[in-house]
């Protein structure tokens, strides 16, 4: 009996939240101006974080209570896999979700809260299926979740994962020595269409390198295609003037570079690339105090940082091994992500731009992805006003996000390091 009025209590609340959604509907999703709207995706996103949260309670149900067997699933992910027609890594995901809420309980009131984002519960999944990873998991759950409700997906994905490589150093092979190894490159004719289809992979060293190259590339192209655009069209031209598409405009580049390497000078290196590779002073420490005594580093999961300027991850050893051998450019940072001061200029050029770029990988705008690369360094504290050229008084934005500034939008960093948009009017931004 007990059985059956928990079912009839758990009918009565699903129906209670269908209800809702109908409602919902009928009413209308209509923002009265962009800060409704902001409060409407801040309201649906935690309810949808929460029926999240209990689709993936009910997976740890099922596989607890051994539920799927009756009809022959293999497992829980199987059965809730086949019922809800859901793609395999999408019942992997769920699954390993609720496996990690099973062990990081303050994780999971958070997550059942709406307070934390599915694509940040699916990175913390993939992380604790690692059972080497999963017991330091344990003892971070604090300061994963803060993470989890701080960060964006992109940057929670990113750093989560380095911590998670860094944890797992003595597993089966470290992660860069297995990724150099198995480098490969192939070049493949399709014998029906007489196409090509290119693949390959390379570690973390290499593969910074070549994208930085190809990014010059890829720009180059670019710039051609907007400047024949702008012959036929003007001042008013846009990208859908454009003679090529993007991925049209990624083929291009990289046959572009295939002909100027073949026309190049033997050993001939692109005229003045650099190559900047960003640490934190601890990391780069322990990696050349690593190299001299002969053992494998060790560095703090908490204070590790070895990427490039757009924020590509490499690996610590083979950068520290690239900075002894060649031309190198060492950035370092201090607690809360600011450069030291590399001298004065009256604009952000140089190192001086480096080391105001260096904490950041995108724009530093909400919500804006453009990288740090295509970036220009503004001041904070306008130049003609007495701010100084040095890296706590620039920042990162693109283009577009700089002439916005002029629209009465301000941007200033808090004590504690974080960014902050404040609108004309006076209010801050999310």
């Known amino acids: ?234 001042d008013r031209v846009t990208k859908a003037d454009l003679e090529r598409t993007d991925a049209q405009r990624r083929a291009d580049a990289l046959h572009r570079l295939f002909r100027d390497a073949a026309a190049a000078p033997e050993g001939a290196v692109p005229p003045g690339f650099i190559h900047n590779i960003h640490w934190s002073a601890e990391t780069y420490e322990e990696l050349l105090a690593s190299l001299s005594d002969n053992r494998a580093p060790r560095p703090d999961p908490d204070t590790h940082m070895c990427r490039t300027p757009d924020g590509f991850d490499i690996d610590p050893t083979e950068a520290a091994t690239n900075s002894l051998l060649f031309s190198f450019r060492r950035m370092v940072v201090d607690a809360k992500g600011v450069v030291i001061d590399l001298g004065r200029a009256r604009r952000f050029t140089g190192s001086a731009r480096t080391a105001a770029s260096g904490p950041h990988q995108r724009c530093v705008w909400p919500g804006c992805w453009v990288q740090v690369s295509a970036c220009e360094i503004d001041h904070l504290h306008e130049h003609a006003k007495g701010g100084g050229t040095n890296p706590t008084n620039g920042i990162p934005l693109c283009g577009r996000h700089n002439r916005w500034k002029q629209k009465g939008f301000t941007v200033h960093r808090e004590p504690d390091g974080t960014w902050r948009l404040t609108r004309p009017d006076g209010t801050q931004a999310a």
């Open 1 to 234: 009996m007990g059985s059956i009025v928990l079912l009839a209590e758990a009918a009565e609340a699903i129906d209670t939240i269908g209800n809702g959604l109908d409602a919902l509907f009928a009413t209308g999703m209509s923002p009265a101006d962009d800060r409704d709207a902001i409060q409407w995706i801040t309201e649906l996103e935690t309810l949808s974080r929460r029926v999240a949260a209990a689709q993936t309670g009910l997976v740890a149900v099922i596989d607890r209570d051994n539920l799927h067997a009756a009809d022959g699933h293999a497992s829980a992910k199987v059965m809730v896999r086949h019922h809800a027609k859901l793609s395999e890594g999408d019942a992997k995901a769920r699954t390993q979700v609720a496996a990690a809420c099973r062990d990081l309980p303050d994780v999971a009131e958070a997550w059942q809260a709406g307070q934390v984002g599915a694509s940040q519960m699916r990175v913390i999944g993939e992380v604790h299926a690692n059972p080497r990873v999963r017991p330091e998991m344990e003892a971070r759950q604090l300061r994963l979740l803060d993470d989890a409700k701080l960060m964006s997906a992109r940057r929670f994905a990113q750093t989560t994962r380095s911590w998670a490589r860094l944890v797992d150093q003595d597993g089966p092979q470290p992660a860069g020595e297995r990724n150099h190894e198995g480098r490969d490159f192939k070049l493949i004719p399709d014998p029906i269409d007489a196409s090509w289809t290119l693949s390959g992979s390379f570690g973390s060293m290499q593969g910074a390198e070549m994208r930085e190259i190809f990014d010059h590339f890829i720009d180059a192209e670019f710039k051609a295609d907007w400047a024949a655009a702008k012959v036929l069209v003007g």
